[in-house]
C-alpha cells in the first residue's frame, strides 16, 4: 500500500458527530491500530477498524458508524484517498450491507433461510443448498474465503512467491483464462511455496496453486486447464454450495445470528475445505468449465488430463483441489483427451514467460 507519501495518513480532514450533541466536528483522521479521530490535537475517538459499519450515506460520501461506540455516532468521509484508507483496513465494513440492493436482498435471503431450515427436514440439504447459495451476498463469501485464508496459506508454508517475472507471467495465464471463460468474479490468485502438488479455490474467489503443482506441469496448456478447472468452482459457487450442505441448518443459523464471525467459524470453514470434497457433479461442471475455456482459447484441453495423471500417479489418495479423487484421474484424462483438438490459438505463455513462472518461487539472486 502507498501510504508513506502522506505522512502515515495524517490529515485527512472528515466530519464526526459524537453521537450526543448534533454538533458537527471536523477532525481529522489518524490511521493508527484504531482509526483516530483528531479535533485541534485532541482525539476526541478512537474507532477500531473492525468495528467500523457502512451507513447509508450519498454517493460520494462514505458514512460511517462504529458499533463499540455511541449508536448515534457517525464519521462522514468525503475525501477518496482517506475512504480508499479506510476501506483498506476496515475488514467488515459492508457487512451490514451486502452489496447493491442490499437491505430487500438481505431480508429476503434471511427469510429464505427461515423456511429452509423448516423444509430441510422434508427435501434434505442438497436441494437446499442448491437454492439458497444464489442468494448468499457475494461479500459474505468473500469474508468467508478470507477467514480460511490465513489458516489455509499456513498449512502450507506460508510463503506466498513474489517472484516478479514470475507474478507478470502468472497473472498473464490467469487473465487469458478469465477473460475467456468470461469471469467478472474478482479473482486473487497466487502461488504458495508448498511441494505439495496441488491446486484449489476458496470461497470468493481466491485461488491458490501450490508450487509443487507447477514444479510438476510442463507446459502452460497444462496449466491454464487447471486454473480454469478451479476457477469453474469459484464462478459456480461450490464451495459455498458444499458448506451449506454439509453444515446444514447450524450454519444456516450461525449465519442469521450472525456467529459466523466468530472463531467456530473459522475452524468450519477450514475442516470443510479439508475434509470434504466436492460432488462429483461439481468436478465434472469444474472439467466442462476448463474444457470450454481452453477450447476458447484455441488450446487443447488434454494437457491439463496428462498433467491430472502425471500426479496422480505418485500422490493417489489426496482428497482436496484439483486432485479430488473423483471423477477417476483415468476417465477424467480420457475425456480431455476426447475434447483434444489442433491448437487454433497462439501460445499463453512465451517460452521465457512459461520459464519465468516456473522460477516464480525462487528468490530472485538464486536464479541463474
Ligand atoms: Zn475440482
Avoid at 484504531?34 to 467500523?52: F, G, M, N, Q, R
Wanted: glycine share 8%.
Amino acid at each position: 500500500m502507498d501510504t508513506a507519501a502522506d505522512g502515515a495518513g495524517l490529515h485527512r480532514p472528515a466530519c464526526y458527530f459524537d453521537g450526543l450533541t448534533n454538533r458537527r466536528h471536523m477532525v481529522e483522521l489518524r490511521f493508527g491500530v484504531k482509526l483516530d479521530l483528531i479535533e485541534d490535537s485532541v482525539e476526541v475517538a478512537s474507532w477500531p477498524y473492525d468495528d467500523l459499519r457502512v451507513v447509508d450515506g450519498g454517493k460520494r460520501t462514505l458514512r460511517l458508524k462504529c458499533v463499540s461506540s455511541l449508536p448515534l455516532a457517525r464519521l462522514e468521509v468525503l475525501d477518496p484517498a482517506a475512504q480508499a484508507e479506510i476501506r483498506a483496513r476496515a475488514r467488515l465494513l459492508d457487512i451490514e450491507q451486502g452489496g447493491r440492493g442490499h437491505i430487500g436482498r438481505i431480508v429476503a435471503w434471511s427469510l429464505a433461510a427461515i423456511v429452509s431450515i423448516f423444509v430441510v427436514v422434508i427435501y434434505g440439504m442438497p436441494l437446499i443448498a442448491e437454492r439458497l447459495t444464489p442468494l448468499i451476498p457475494l461479500s459474505f463469501e468473500r469474508r468467508l474465503g478470507d477467514m480460511a485464508d490465513s489458516q489455509v496459506r499456513s498449512i502450507f508454508g506460508n510463503r506466498v512467491c513474489t517472484n516478479a517475472e514470475g507474478n507478470a507471467a502468472f497473472s498473464k495465464l490467469v487473465e487469458a483464462v478469465r477473460q475467456t471463460s468470461h469471469m467478472d468474479m474478482p479473482l486473487e490468485t497466487k502461488v504458495l511455496a508448498s511441494t505439495v502438488p496441488n491446486a484449489f479455490a476458496l470461497p470468493g474467489g481466491k485461488i491458490y496453486l501450490l508450487n509443487g503443482l507447477l514444479q510438476k506441469a510442463q507446459s502452460a496448456d497444462e496449466l491454464a486447464g487447471v486454473i480454469a478447472h478451479e476457477m469453474g468452482h469459484v464462478g459456480h459457487r461450490d464451495h459455498t454450495r458444499m458448506m451449506i450442505q454439509r453444515g446444514g441448518v447450524s450454519f444456516l443459523i450461525g449465519l442469521l445470528f450472525g456467529d459466523v464471525t466468530g472463531s467456530t467459524a473459522v475452524i468450519f470453514v477450514t475442516r470443510s475445505l479439508f475434509e470434504v470434497s466436492y460432488s462429483r457433479e461439481a468436478e465434472q461442471s469444474a472439467d466442462a468449465f476448463a474444457i470450454q475455456a481452453m477450447h476458447a482459447l484455441g488450446r487443447s484441453p488434454a494437457p491439463m488430463g496428462e498433467l491430472l495423471f502425471r500426479i496422480t500417479g505418485a500422490q493417489a489418495g489426496r482428497t482436496i483441489g484439483i486432485l479430488a479423487t473423483h471423477p477417476l484421474t483415468e476417465d477424467r484424462r480420457e475425456l480431455m483427451r476426447r475434447e483434444d483438438r489442433p491448437a487454433s490459438g497462439p501460445e499463453i505463455l512465451s517460452d521465457v514467460e512459461w520459464q519465468a513462472l516456473k522460477d516464480i518461487c525462487r528468490p530472485a539472486k538464486a536464479r541463474q
